[in-house]
């Protein structure tokens, strides 16, 4: 059974907030949906499905259901870190060609910013039962420091250079000055970036995205619900989904779960890399996206410092106008979890929505791209492909 | 250190499908787990093969050298440190420290060779330097 045309993504919603020390984080939960669920033109008693991940309070999905009392008859707390909201709009489309509910809720919060957190820099603590973190917790793997080895071994594999990973920043800086929410919106040069202070060698601190408060949710429905909506119609036409760790001892940082996720996701929609006319790829890091880039075969491995080089990314500049919002590397990365920003940037171009100084003309095909976890030891991918009706 | 804040060190750190390891390294001895059916060394230790889900492991005593595969200076720490994946002359590749070397003289395929140094909590980590 495919996903392909099966679903549509019929609402979409960003806090506007990047510091919320006055929220709770069910609160800001509870405000996203409500956001998402007036975008499509639907209220809390038409939602028969819930998705949620482990920034949600409580085991599960049970909190959340609770606080808004809902009526649900399909849940679903796949976590897979970041990307757990694309593999639940994945999964929605699922249960929908199931006939298991219509209309599915998925919603993403958190306050990293107003609880102090030190997302990229702080040691993950050791746990016993996690069979992998003894053996990695007492050397200080960071966030920061493993994707450093990626694009440290990248840079040693294929001659990728800091200044070609520079160039994703500035295409992300470029768009956020037009996004008054977005928490850095002067743009930025490549030298900027190359004298930034050194955090994790060889990322620099604008390298690394933001750290902020907020979250967001999107509304997947059957075709006859979004056809009975007043909103443009988004189509899911391809979904696919990977992990990948250090293979057995057999590591290899010079790809990612990215090159399943993608294979799936274009095989179903039947469409190829070269017809995408607008990217979401999440970027937790700018090697996080050169690396995905390959890996969803825009270019060829290895050639991902080129491709982003001379704003190839920068909307109405390059060949793949990338992270519209400006991304986690400018915009948002609300609950350290930046693939609920990815799907919603993705529904704006397609809609039209976006900004009028980054809106891809005649957007009709995009993908969004999501990492959960960390490329320098397991983590998740998933990649949707989503086309304007 | 004295052998109880040592075992109580061991404690924390250790499972039930690790103790072996873990003792082994409070002697000072680096075991890597091999596969007796499909003759593969992995990393990090269990107790299943991961490359053919075999369960017959053995621990074998490593050479201690090998090569770094990559490596990352995290800078933003109150002591900055060199953490890597080595490439141990088994095949097999496991995350650790690099110690006692200047971290401009670490490179992507530099030589190295294993030490043993406690972490703050007080059990042996193994760790590696420049060959």
């Not at chain 1, 999440?282 to 996080?288: E, G």
Request: charge should be neutral; aromatic fraction near 6%; glycine fraction near 10%.
């Amino acid at each position: 059974m495919s996903i392909k045309g099966r679903a549509y993504i019929a609402g979409a919603y960003e806090h506007p907030t990047r510091k919320a020390p006055d929220s709770s984080l069910a609160q800001l939960h509870a405000e996203v949906a409500l956001g998402a669920l007036a975008d499509a033109g639907l209220t809390m008693r038409d939602v028969d499905g819930y998705f949620c991940a482990g920034d949600a309070p409580g085991m599960g999905p049970m909190s959340m259901v609770d606080y808004l009392n809902l009526k649900v008859r399909h849940v679903d707390a796949t976590d897979t870190g970041g990307t757990s909201y694309l593999i639940h709009v994945s999964h929605a489309a699922q249960a929908i060609a199931a006939g298991k509910c219509d209309v599915a809720l998925v919603t993403l919060a958190g306050r990293p910013r107003s609880e102090g957190q030190a997302t990229g820099t702080a040691v993950r603590p050791l746990n016993p039962n996690q069979p992998d973190t003894a053996f990695e917790s007492p050397f200080g793997p960071a966030l920061a420091n493993m994707y450093g080895m990626v694009a440290r071994r990248h840079m040693h594999e294929f001659g990728t250079t800091s200044e070609q990973l520079a160039w994703i920043k500035v295409a992300a800086s470029h768009h956020a000055q037009y996004n008054p929410h977005a928490m850095l919106k002067d743009v930025v040069t490549v030298e900027d970036v190359l004298n930034s202070p050194m955090i994790a060698d060889p990322l620099h601190r604008l390298d690394c995205c933001v750290i902020s408060d907020g979250g967001g949710a999107v509304i997947v429905v059957r075709p006859e619900i979004a056809r009975s909506l007043k909103r443009p119609l988004v189509k899911l036409i391809g979904a696919g989904e990977s992990v990948k760790g250090q293979l057995g001892g057999d590591v290899d940082l010079t790809y990612t779960g990215a090159a399943r996720s993608g294979a799936a996701a274009f095989e179903e929609a039947g469409v190829k890399p070269g017809d995408i006319q607008y990217a979401s790829i999440y970027d937790s890091f700018t090697i996080t996206v050169l690396i995905q880039l390959e890996d969803l075969g825009f270019c060829a491995k290895g050639e991902g410092g080129r491709f982003v080089a001379d704003g190839n990314l920068i909307s109405g500049v390059g060949k793949l106008p990338f992270n519209t919002d400006g991304g986690g590397l400018c915009n948002n990365h609300p609950a350290n979890r930046g693939g609920m920003t990815k799907i919603i940037e993705a529904v704006r171009q397609l809609r039209g929505e976006a900004h009028p100084k980054v809106q891809v003309p005649g957007c009709r095909l995009a993908l969004a791209q999501g990492t959960g976890g960390s490329l320098g030891t397991r983590h998740a991918n998933a990649t949707l492909i989503m086309e304007r009706e | 250190m004295t052998m109880a804040a040592r075992e109580e060190a061991l404690a924390r750190i250790a499972n039930p499908e690790t103790k072996v390891f873990w003792e082994a390294a409070a002697r000072g001895r680096l075991l890597l787990p091999k596969c007796t059916s499909c003759g593969r060394f992995h990393w990090y230790p269990r107790r299943v093969c991961p490359h053919c889900s075999s369960t017959t492991i053995e621990m074998h005593a490593a050479k201690g050298t090998g090569e770094v595969y990559s490596y990352s200076i995290m800078r933003r720490a109150k002591v900055p440190y060199a953490v890597a994946y080595v490439r141990l002359s088994e095949g097999t590749t496991m995350m650790t420290n690099i110690v006692d070397c200047d971290f401009a003289d670490i490179q992507v395929g530099m030589p190295v060779k294993l030490v043993f140094r406690d972490s703050p909590e007080g059990y042996p980590l193994p760790m590696f330097t420049k060959a």
